[in-house]
């Protein structure tokens, strides 16, 4: 079944550690984007990748780097997690028809930095 | 700016009773309108995509319309298991920026058996 995973699900580490969240879909799609959402907020894009070796930084602003090496894979790294990373990650990708944007998302991954 | 405002932001309905959530938006070269479902501590879920005026999609008990400025999503004789965040969101022509989605804050869904 054609879908999209992310892990881990929830994440609790300490403030300077090094981060990777994965990102991985079977759907065949090019586009991939990562998505922030606090608790009662909006969904603000952070990253959004249109293919292999192909990385944007999105309408936030955002301390983290992507890679995108595979189709399938595209993993986000914080360098040193800081209190303020605290927050759902989402990742979600699109098809590659041209009149088709709809974006199906992740579980997401609950990152808490103590 | 390009806005994407929802309301009401919380709504409580009992099990069979009607009613419909907005979504105002203000956005130049409209491309998409989404709707999703989001569950708690989920990701969003799709359920719609409306792309001009007058354009309407159905399913189950939910059914999403699109004008120039607002998209409505009616739900029909709701059940327990509607109880959800609905979120709507809006992809525009950017001119080459990225084409992630625009969202709003959502509407907290309760549905009282």
């Known amino acids: 079944e054609a879908d999209i995973y992310q892990t881990p699900r929830y994440l609790v580490i300490g403030t300077g550690k090094k981060i990777t969240l994965e990102c991985s879909q079977t759907?065949?799609?090019?586009?991939m984007y990562w998505y922030q959402q606090d608790p009662g907020m909006e969904l603000h894009l952070i990253h959004y990748?249109?293919?292999?070796?192909?990385?944007e930084k999105g309408d936030l602003s955002s301390e983290s780097t992507v890679s995108r090496i595979r189709t399938e894979h595209f993993p986000l790294t914080l360098e040193s997690a800081r209190p303020s990373h605290t927050s759902q990650y989402l990742c979600?990708?699109?098809?590659?028809?041209?009149?088709?944007?709809?974006?199906?998302f992740g579980p997401g991954t609950r990152l808490t930095v103590t | 700016e390009d806005q994407v405002t929802q309301s009401p932001e919380a709504l409580r309905l009992q099990e069979g009773e009607s009613s419909s959530l907005n979504c105002s938006y203000t956005v130049s070269g409209l491309r998409g309108l989404f709707w999703y479902r989001q569950d708690p501590g989920k990701g969003p879920e799709f359920l719609f995509t409306?792309?001009?005026a007058g354009e309407e999609k159905e399913k189950e008990r939910l059914k999403a319309t699109l004008t120039k400025k607002e998209s409505f999503l009616h739900i029909t004789a709701p059940k327990p298991e509607d109880s959800a965040t609905y979120l709507c969101?809006?992809?525009?022509?950017?001119?080459?920026?990225?084409?992630?989605?625009?969202f709003g804050k959502g509407t907290h869904l309760i549905i009282q058996p």
């Open positions: 969101a809006v992809n525009m022509y950017s001119g080459g920026g990225a084409d992630g989605l625009t």
């Open positions: 979600a990708s699109s098809g590659r028809t041209e009149v088709s944007y709809e974006q199906y």
């Open positions: 409306l792309y001009s």
């Open positions: 759907m065949g799609h090019d586009k």
């Open positions: 990748s249109y293919g292999v070796n192909s990385t």
